[in-house]
């Protein structure tokens, strides 16, 4: 008997649909009103999108092998968030130069990351740990708690308004299939994506097969923290405000899945649960989809 197999992405789906319908069940929820579930359910989608980003590093991190994490990202976030809100000041004319340095200091970040966890043969954990650790150190200091600026009004309107009111669609959205697209290529069509995967399989082979290690290594992290620099640019121009925690709650949902976990916690707080119960759920929520992919991996193996 041919046994039956459900890739990971349809699966995610439709336990994210399951999540929302659930949602809607509960006595806080949108019930039987079909508009209150259309707003809900772009929501979702929209605080989705910054999420997927911020993930999309996470996912080349962990492609990678060698035990690859990145939890420096949450951290990189508040840090381009506050870069971007003090850089823009409301002018649109510096939008553009504020996403560049956001880029540029994520993926600075990111290749520290790399360089340490390369040459100096520290583990990523501990390495990322203790990058969070002074970056968030480094954004008590140079702000202590005074951030002045505003966001510009043409991020408010690209990245949390609708598309337009015939077609409401949140832009976030549309910026995220963009950049899904963008991702897909880079990881199917391009020699960096197959180079990536194969350090992923194994490293002495890889490099006997004569792929830059050591280059791609570092190009892996640099390119996972400019991502989470670009998920703070988004995250600023969405919320309009700034905090030192920002971007602390976008760290453990990013190692698991985006829709999902978004649900799961929009799940919780319908049902009106405390903080401390939320995070508990999610953090089993996430070692139980790790322990599953580390089960698939040494099938695969």
């Excluded at 197959?194 to 640099?222: C, E, P």
């Excluded at 976990?261 to 049902?271: A, V």
Aim: aromatic residues 8%; charged residues 10%.
């Amino acid at each position: 008997m041919k046994r039956f197999y459900l890739s990971p992405p349809v699966a995610a789906l439709l336990l994210a649909v399951i999540l929302f319908l659930l949602s809607g069940l509960l006595p806080n929820g949108f019930g039987s009103d079909l508009n209150v579930a259309r707003a809900q359910a772009l929501n979702i989608l929209r605080l989705s999108v910054f999420l997927g980003v911020i993930a999309a590093g996470q996912t080349l991190v962990i492609i990678s092998g060698f035990e690859g994490i990145d939890l420096s990202a949450g951290s990189i976030v508040t840090l381009t968030a506050i870069l971007t809100y003090v850089t823009v000041s409301g002018a649109d004319e510096k939008v553009i130069p504020a996403l560049l340095i956001s880029l540029a200091v994520g993926g600075f970040i990111g290749f520290l990351n790399g360089a340490g966890i390369t040459f100096l043969k520290i583990s990523p954990f501990v390495m990322t740990l203790g990058m969070s650790g002074v970056v968030t150190g480094a954004i008590i200091i140079v702000n202590q708690g005074n951030v002045t600026g505003k966001v510009a009004p043409i991020m408010t309107r690209l990245i949390a308004r609708p598309f337009s009111p015939e077609f409401p669609i949140p832009n976030a959205l549309i910026i995220w299939l963009i950049f899904g697209f963008l991702m897909w290529l880079l990881l199917e069509r391009t020699t960096f994506g197959k180079n990536l995967f194969a350090i992923g399989v194994n490293r002495v082979t890889a490099k006997l097969s004569g792929v830059n290690v050591t280059g791609m290594n570092l190009a892996v992290y640099s390119l996972a923290g400019a991502l989470a620099g670009f998920g703070g640019f988004l995250v600023v121009g969405n919320t309009g405000v700034v905090m030192i925690q920002l971007g602390q709650p976008f760290l453990f949902p990013s190692l698991a899945g985006a829709i999902v976990l978004t649900l799961i916690t929009s799940l919780l707080t319908t049902m009106q649960m405390p903080d401390s119960v939320r995070r508990m759920v999610l953090g089993a929520t996430l070692l139980l989809l790790i322990s599953i992919y580390g089960r698939q991996r040494a099938l695969r193996q």
